[in-house]
């Protein structure tokens, strides 16, 4: 048996701890402990009721009977195709496969038994592969080089990365051209985005100070970084017409990027990390966790779009339904995953 624990951890910190601002960790640090966890965990508890999720109705992984079986079939999946060998030294890990698969499992699951039943596997691969490249598994002229080979069609400098095009060229084929380009962009954003990133973080804590004359970079950086365009077009059946949620993008990808916010504030808060909610609280003088109840608000303010728009579109329900279980299992897949301390907020049962 997998141990429980590891199925759903990363193999380290995100590369976002490159980007920690070292003048901003006693403030970040001392806020939390003093009077921030209690603002974080009504905004958890908001963004819980938001979707429908009980956090006390929230089962452990080993309580899960279907996340094992399908974290095994993503793991053979990937040795199948040759992203994973245990003959080579590659980048992609089995750890990256099990919280790609967890991802895949909470957020994707309704793909089962459909004919878009592809959309979970390969979905999950596509994320673990975002995971590996967040963990900084590729030496960063890989990471620089990407988007030219990728649009000159040449062989990119590590496997990986080839085995990223191609998971990503393979599932956006599924859906039409509309829907496919959209997430072949927003692949390409995301790995030019952990490019940008990184660069800026090199150059110490002062390259990461926010201009007031630039009040919406942190927005587009998020927007970069979170690959959310893909993520949203991945909740939808492939058969289903992009025109029919098109509309709906902006909105759900706000809701991705808030949510991710919210959900990773915590964790992200104890190691001192100087994410989008310090830079705008940075920029406003303010605390970090005073910014949470604002995104809750945008976010839901977004999710009222969404609803509306994709019920215009599609009256019976069928695809805000689809939607909303789809950022519902988002929400489970941070509140079981360890390394987002959900414990520490004394909000689950287990």
């Not at 960790?25 to 009980?54: C, H, N, Y």
């Not at 759900?252 to 919210?262: Q, Y």
């Not at 009222?304 to 339904?321: Q, W």
Request: net charge negative; aromatic share 10%.
């Amino acid at each position: 048996m997998t141990d429980p624990q590891s199925l759903v951890e990363t193999s380290s910190e995100q590369a976002s701890l490159c980007c920690l601002n070292l003048a901003t960790v006693p403030i970040i640090f001392f806020s939390l402990l003093f009077w921030g966890r209690a603002q974080i965990k009504e905004a958890v508890l908001e963004t819980m009721r938001m979707f429908d999720v009980d956090p006390l109705s929230i089962l452990s992984v080993e309580q899960t009977p279907t996340f094992e079986p399908f974290m095994l079939e993503c793991i053979e999946e990937a040795y199948t195709r040759g992203y994973l060998s245990r003959s080579s030294d590659l980048a992609l890990t089995e750890k990256h496969v099990r919280i790609g698969a967890a991802v895949g499992h909470y957020a994707y699951f309704h793909h089962r038994g459909t004919s878009s039943h592809k959309i979970t596997v390969l979905g999950s691969l596509r994320i673990a592969l975002d995971f590996c490249i967040d963990d900084n598994c590729f030496d960063p002229h890989s990471i620089e080089e990407y988007g030219s080979r990728l649009v000159a069609g040449r062989p990119q400098l590590e496997k990986g990365l080839d085995d990223y095009r191609a998971v990503t060229s393979e599932l956006s084929d599924m859906y039409d051209a509309t829907a496919g380009d959209l997430m072949r962009m927003s692949s390409l954003a995301y790995v030019a985005g952990v490019h940008l990133e990184a660069g800026m973080c090199g150059g110490g804590a002062s390259s990461w100070d926010v201009s007031t004359d630039a009040p919406h970079f942190p927005n587009a950086m998020k927007a970069m970084t979170s690959d959310s365009i893909a993520m949203t077009v991945q909740t939808f059946p492939h058969a289903v017409p992009s025109k029919c949620y098109l509309q709906a993008l902006p909105d759900a990808a706000a809701v991705h990027e808030h949510m991710a916010d919210i959900l990773s504030y915590y964790k992200e808060a104890l190691a001192g990390e100087f994410n989008r909610v310090e830079q705008i609280a940075q920029l406003r003088g303010i605390e970090g966790s005073d910014m949470l109840s604002e995104l809750v608000s945008s976010m839901a303010a977004s999710h009222a779009r969404v609803r509306r728009t994709l019920t215009a579109s599609d009256p019976t329900g069928s695809l805000f339904s689809l939607w909303h279980k789809s950022i519902a299992g988002y929400v489970i897949f941070h509140a079981v995953n360890p390394r987002y301390r959900f414990e520490d907020l004394g909000i689950l049962a287990f």
